[in-house]
């Protein structure tokens, strides 16, 4: 038995190599991307925006010609563009290979009706239905920025939508908590210069040290410092966030001030069973020593159409992160709550009982048992029929998940793959992780039959095999001669083991 050299590897160790980038790729991109939602008609789904084949003018007003694909068509039409993935809209319809696309950029997926094979099809009608907020421009938030996943920090939240933007609503879109009290995007900096100015006051105040925030700085925390990464990622997390805001563990839904001042009818549930109190977007906010105090009860004037994901910056997507700071709910609610929910009949109105709307523009954030607190008389329910969201809970669409993608199929990690999955594409570049994935499945048909033999033989491949392979792909004639007449001595050596 002789030693296998440093430049060769058993075809054992090169299929076991490549189970191992297969459950890569299957964590990164873990759906099918083999069939366009299109012709199942409006779903809740993922929905992504292609810059490349539809660039925002720099000028947020001036006209633009929106489009969403779905998941598969992302992968599959739109791998190799820039791509913006605003998460889940309701009630869309996949615009690839429709007229909101030019007649080149051509839906792969779909059966062209007219060659009945695979590909090739455009300039199909898109769904009139689709609504199309800021999201598709790449702006986010009322503060309309331009998302840029390399520079946000800190998580933002989707709104349940009310309304769309031609109704005075968001359309769904994602806000910063600072702007959905009036601190702006950047509310962080105001409480960091406003903690640190607190702390310096309490110790000249006392003569003694403030006592240490669990909020504190990266910078004070000397285990971190040695991974940059983490320390952006930590950071992030620990952002503070306002005063007013409600914390994670009290709020399952939010809708945004837009939303509530375009179908106020829903303003008189704030604070109810249901509903935390309201969250009001404040005007004139002035910092002192001790706390922060609001001043003024009416709404800022910045208005343009929606923002953009948490990502979490995966993200979870859709996932929505929030607060830091608990939000006690007044014991009003707690005992409500504890009270045994009735039904109203025909003639009973539960908004009737309630309190006056408070005043100002504000955002509701719901607990998980909402819809079950609203009133469904007569005449309330004629305000709810037209928001199917708020009658029942949604069911989003999720893709098939590819080939192999399951629990056996993973080799490493724990949760499920679908959870890896997410996880992988919050901290791999998007268009690269997708070149990668197709660039390996391509070269991996070609190999895999080469390599077959020497796995079952139990034989070593020395780089010199590798080399005369690669030149037979590229149709390099010398080259083949020349790995013909090395075929005749058999210059491979068994690995012990094998």
Known sequence: MSQQSDDSQTAADFIRDQLQLEADAREALPYSIEHCTKPLGPLLQNVFACLTCHPPPENPS??????????ACSVQCHGEHELVEIFQKRNFTCDCGTTRFTSDQQCTLRINPDTNTKGGVHSEPPDPNNKYNQNFRNRFCSCSIYYNPNEQVGTMYQCLGLGT????????????PGCLVGLGPKWYEKQKAHSANTNIDSANGNGTLPTVSENVTQENRPEQQANGNQEAQEEDEDLPLPDSFPAEDTFDHFICYKCVEAYPWIKRYAGTPGFLPAVFLQKNIEISSKKRKLEGDDGIGEDSERNKRVKNESEEAQTVTPPA???????????????ESQVPS???CKVASLSPAPSGQFSLFTTSDFRDRL???????????????????????????????SEQGSTHGSGSLYDRGESALKNVDRVRAIEGVMAYNHLKERLKPFFQQFAESGKAIGAED??????????DEQAIKDAGEAAKGDHRQEQSGY
């Open 325 to 339: 700071k608990s939000h006690e709910i007044s014991p009003q609610i707690k005992n409500e709550d504890q009270k």
């Open 62 to 71: 001036d006209p633009y010609n929106p489009a969403g694909v779905c998941y």
């Open 466 to 475: 590798i080399k005369e392979y690669f030149a037979k792909l590229r149709g």
């Open 375 to 405: 009133c469904r008389c007569a005449s309330c329910f004629s305000d709810l029929k037209a928001h199917p969201q708020l009658l029942e809970e949604e069911e989003a669409y999720e893709p098939p998940l590819s080939d192999g993608a």
């Open 346 to 348: 025909a003639r009973e």
């Open 165 to 176: 933007h031609e109704t005075g609503g968001c359309g769904e879109d994602w806000y910063h």
